[in-house]
């Protein structure tokens, strides 16, 4: 996976729509600890137990 200096931000083409399907506009989103540590394998996807 690598860490955090494998994200990269880049534009991607608007996706095709299907049948009932919505198109979001995302404004703001964020990395956090959490992100970069799963990233790292430091956490064990197997174990989550969220909800």
């Known amino acids: 996976m690598g860490g955090y200096g494998m994200l ?3 534009d991607v083409p ?3 729509l ?3 399907e919505v198109l979001l ?3 703001a ?3 956090n600890n959490t992100d970069i540590n ?3 394998g430091w956490y064990d996807s197997a174990d989550s ?3």
């Open 8 to 10: 990269i931000y880049k």
């Open 14 to 16: 608007q996706p095709v």
């Open 18 to 20: 299907g049948s009932g």
């Open 25 to 27: 506009e995302v404004l």
């Open 29 to 31: 989103s964020s990395v």
């Open 38 to 40: 799963t990233r790292l």
């Open 49 to 51: 137990t969220a909800a």
